[in-house]
């Protein structure tokens, strides 16, 4: 079934621009009011943000929809997306939601939601959302006296930090270690540097120093030339990049080389392997994770189970088959047994744990296998479905017929903006190129016919 505003990860967009207006921001917060309102208990909402500036007029037209529909709302300030899934739970609200996107530019926003259990929203309650967006639902307003009220919530940002240091065993310090942390001038700005100096590590930060316009820009786990220039410059032990809303982490090591996702799933499943502690005898990540992972996984005797693109999916399959590690590769790393999504300071907290344990550098620890030679590329459309055109899908499976045992292709639209990701793996990069670059001509070629 199309759906009109939600994508993979909440409802996402350019700012001021439609889906992500005020005006639907406001019915936003009447409608997931108006759903959750249950039973004859005062209802609450918690309500974080990264640190864009659209953020301010996001979060307050949100506050006007909940009020409006009889809920209390508390209002967290900038920080990271687990943390508001965190206190969800911990503060008994009905509902939390972060405003953010994520990686994206920070022109972009976007309103993340969850449930009283911490978990994002399924796609029927989403479906049920978009139902009430599209009617008139001033008719469920709440009677004047009925109004809810708003307040900021001070010290939330510690019970989270407190939270993540937990984490780890208590016989576990960072000691001895100088760590380089790049914040993304986003939501962890504050959390993240405080959270790993308390554990005991010299902290170097970047990214700290947001002003509304400069999230992820030239910096974060989507840019890491500054982090990887800044591990030489302090001659750090380790980095950790964070994204604007910190649900992601990739690692730089002492060399100044990126760690991905796949790599640090690799460690921390091979990890809680060893210790008894990993379940469903394996990891979960999605169809774009590195058969490299897949082929260590295997060697050391535990399973990959693929998923769609998107975290949700991964957090989905893992509940509904009782795994405790999950992710993607680009960084959102999902460890059921601290939190219900992706956390990328708990996941950088593990891995450091690791790197302390094996008493070795980073580029020991963390790299675990060989990847197989991958490239991704996109093509963007204005519209249509180029993927159902003939000439396209006959290209598809020829490609498909020709990496068959000995690599794989994934084409699939994006879930947030309008392009078309073509990705192809396997033990010949010559013909990965090959194919990939085949592929993309020729969707290219389509799009630019229609």
């Not at 509902?95 to 939601?113: C, R, T, Y």
């Not at 259990?117 to 599209?134: A, H, P, Q, V």
């Not at 000439?391 to 292709?409: F, M």
Request: aromatic share 4%; proline share 4%; hydrophobic share 40%.
């Amino acid at each position: 079934m199309t759906r009109r505003y939600f994508g993979t990860d909440g409802i996402r967009g350019q700012s001021n621009v439609f889906p992500m207006t005020p005006d639907l921001a406001m019915r936003v917060g009447i409608a997931v009011g108006t759903l959750f309102r249950r039973g004859s208990h005062r209802h609450r909402v918690v309500i974080g943000k990264d640190t864009r500036l659209s953020g301010y007029m996001l979060e307050n037209a949100l506050v006007a929809g909940f009020t409006a529909a009889g809920l209390d709302v508390l209002l967290l300030g900038p920080i990271p997306t687990p943390a508001v899934a965190m206190l969800t739970r911990s503060m008994r609200a009905d509902i939390g939601v972060m405003i953010s996107a994520s990686h994206n530019p920070f022109e972009d926003n976007g309103i993340k939601l969850f449930g009283p259990d911490g978990y994002k929203l399924s796609d029927e309650l989403e479906s049920e959302i978009e139902d009430l967006l599209d009617k008139d639902i001033y008719a469920q307003l709440a009677k004047p006296h009925e109004i809810g009220r708003a307040k900021r919530v001070e010290g939330d940002i510690y019970r989270y930090i407190e939270h993540a240091k937990r984490t780890l065993p208590r016989d576990v310090t960072l000691q001895g270690l100088r760590i380089a942390i790049d914040c993304a001038n986003g939501a962890a700005y504050k959390v993240a540097p405080l959270a790993l100096w308390e554990l005991g590590a010299e902290v170097v930060t970047i990214g700290n120093e947001p002003n509304g316009t400069n999230i992820n820009l030239d910096c974060g786990s989507t840019s890491p030339k500054a982090l990887q220039k800044k591990v030489h410059e302090v001659r750090a032990d380790i980095g950790i990049a964070l994204d604007g809303d910190a649900d992601r982490v990739i690692i730089v090591d002492e060399n100044g080389q990126i760690i991905d996702g796949d790599q640090l799933m690799a460690v921390i499943g091979e990890s809680w392997a060893e210790a008894g502690t990993l379940r469903g005898n394996g990891i979960v990540a999605t169809v774009m994770s590195n058969l490299g992972l897949e082929r260590f996984l295997g060697d050391k005797g535990l399973s990959l189970a693929r998923t769609k693109v998107g975290d949700r999916y991964v957090v989905e399959h893992m509940r509904n088959h009782d795994f405790n590690v999950g992710g993607e590769q680009s960084g959102h790393i999902v460890l059921s047994d601290f939190g219900t999504t992706g956390d990328g300071l708990v996941a950088a907290l593990q891995i450091l744990a690791r790197v302390k344990k094996l008493g070795r550098p980073v580029s020991e620890v963390c790299r675990r296998f060989e990847p197989v030679p991958q490239l991704l590329k996109n093509v963007r459309f204005a519209g249509g479905k180029p993927l159902e055109e003939t000439v396209v899908r006959q290209a598809i499976a020829d490609a498909e017929a020709e990496l068959a045992g000995k690599g794989r292709l994934v084409i699939r639209p994006s879930g947030t903006e309008p392009l078309i990701r073509v990705m192809a793996e396997g033990d010949d990069r010559a013909q990965v190129e090959r194919i990939v670059d085949g592929l993309i001509g020729i969707i290219g070629n389509v799009r630019s016919a229609a």
